[in-house]
């Protein structure tokens, strides 16, 4: 029976993803300068959710979802977290430089507007921020995980503070998001995690046998910046919040 849900679910995903590539094709002068317009930040959210639908992922929504342009500061776990909250609200996201050479993925996420930066090279961070307030700007929401790297879900490490200097620059609002998955049968899903350099096909194969995967998502009150703030308080406070909505230990 699991395999012949993964075998189901892998032709439907492979589908989706050759649906991506005609739509980016085809909509592809509705980004300008990495910039998509209201149009295309439709169709990227109609994708999203119908991925997510695919993947077999049930989303509780807890909170208030942003209306206004804001910086979203989310706890790491899987790249399901990218589907997940492009499901919810229209994103563009900060990835690793590494990701652009993924197979189809990363021509997509190019495509779909996503702000890479090169880690460990000198001023990635500067140019990050650049892109970041360049975005928020033009009035369009950017996803960071400041963790720099993805947990199990059982705690949320340090923030890194450097991409908190938007909020900082009071160029927008922090909106704090909380993520956990759990299985069918309620309990937490290890499956769902993407750590410890596991190959991406070994944990998609895994996702895929699972019966369903539920996302609680919970959008915590924004937080204000400006220019009497420090990056590096801010960030604490974010992931403290986080820590807190998620129940989880706090870990310093």
């Not at 190019?110 to 140019?127: E, H, P």
């Not at 956990?180 to 769902?192: I, K, M, R, V």
């Not at 190959?199 to 009497?228: C, D, M, R, Y």
Request: one cysteine or more; a positive charge; aromatic letters at 8%.
């Amino acid at each position: 029976m699991r395999t012949l849900r993964r075998l189901y679910r892998l032709i439907r995903l492979t589908v989706q993803l050759l649906v991506g590539i005609v739509l980016a094709l085809r909509y592809a002068h509705l980004v300008e300068d990495g910039i998509p317009t209201e149009k295309y930040r439709q169709i990227k959210q109609r994708w999203y959710r119908k991925t997510c639908h695919i993947l077999g992922l049930e989303t509780q929504l807890k909170g208030d979802i942003p209306t206004a342009a804001s910086l979203i500061v989310s706890n790491h776990i899987s790249w399901l977290d990218i589907p997940l909250l492009g499901s919810l609200l229209p994103i563009n996201f900060l990835s690793k430089g590494g990701v652009r050479r993924w197979p189809v993925v990363g021509w997509l996420a190019w495509k779909s507007g996503t702000l890479f930066i090169k880690r460990g090279t000198d001023g990635a961070a500067n140019q990050a921020n650049l892109e970041i307030t360049r975005h928020l700007k033009a009035g369009q929401n950017v996803l960071v995980f400041p963790e720099g790297t993805t947990t199990d879900g059982t705690l949320v490490r340090r923030f890194h503070p450097r991409l908190f200097a938007a909020a900082v620059d009071d160029v927008a609002a922090i909106q704090p998001v909380g993520i956990h998955y759990t299985n069918s049968d309620g309990e937490h899903c290890h499956a769902a995690a993407f750590i410890d350099d596991e190959p991406f096909t070994s944990n998609l194969w895994k996702i895929l046998g699972e019966p369903s995967i539920h996302a609680s998502v919970h959008f915590l009150p924004l937080i204000q910046g400006g220019p009497h703030t420090h990056r590096r308080a801010i960030a604490e406070e974010t992931r403290l919040k986080i820590v807190k909505a998620l129940n989880l230990p706090v870990e310093h």
